[in-house]
């Protein structure tokens, strides 16, 4: 379960996003993309995408998995966008999977996730939120197994497992996000020991999760 830096073009030009700092001064880390060669050790994951990566990414699972399904989180609240460009409303997730390594029922089985963006817990440009993740991890892992995210990041993969009862493993190359991160497990984990853990209850309808 993983979402690695994309690659976007995000210069100093007009509207909304030219003024954002999270996009233009990456120093590299969103425009630089990444090399989906770590994938080729496993045959079920998800992996978060642009569009331009998103043919890669589909020829890598096709050669790799037995079974391949293109997935999207769709913001009902997207940034407003100018200059003749599409609204930033729907991020690509690829799923490849092996047979019988596909698991929920009816409502979690859409390829379809609705979820507003916003209201993220850190300063981590691409944080993705936990209802998102939490249905990912329902689709592709049992209770007690073990995740693994290369990309933590802010550590939201993290958070999620724990709230659901699943051991996972993190890898995160910056220091910065490291701390953010183990910060973030060990509050939830307070949490945890106070309220008990999540239930395994299905998500909302679609139209509940806008609001």
Known sequence: MTDPPYEIRAGNGGGVFGKRDSLVNTGGFTDSGVNYSFLDTFNSWFCFCSLSQLSELLKKSYSL???????????????????????????????????????????????????????????????????????????????????????????????????????????????????IAAKRIERERQQLKLFGPVAERPPKPFQESMF
């Open 65 to 179: 998995c037995e079974h391949t399904n293109l997935l999207s989180w769709c913001k009902p609240n997207p940034l407003p966008t100018c200059c003749n460009k599409y609204l930033p409303d729907v991020e690509f997730i690829v799923h490849g999977f092996k047979s019988k390594r596909l698991f929920g029922d009816y409502k979690t089985k859409s390829s379809f996730h609705l979820h507003p963006c916003g209201n993220k817990e850190t300063k981590h440009p691409n944080e993705k939120p936990i209802p998102v993740i939490h249905r990912l991890l329902r689709l592709g892992s049992l209770d007690g197994e073990t995740v693994l995210d290369p990309f933590l990041g802010s550590g939201t993969t993290a958070v999620a497992c724990e709230q659901l009862n699943r051991r996972w493993i993190g890898i995160e190359i910056s220091e910065k996000y490291c701390e």
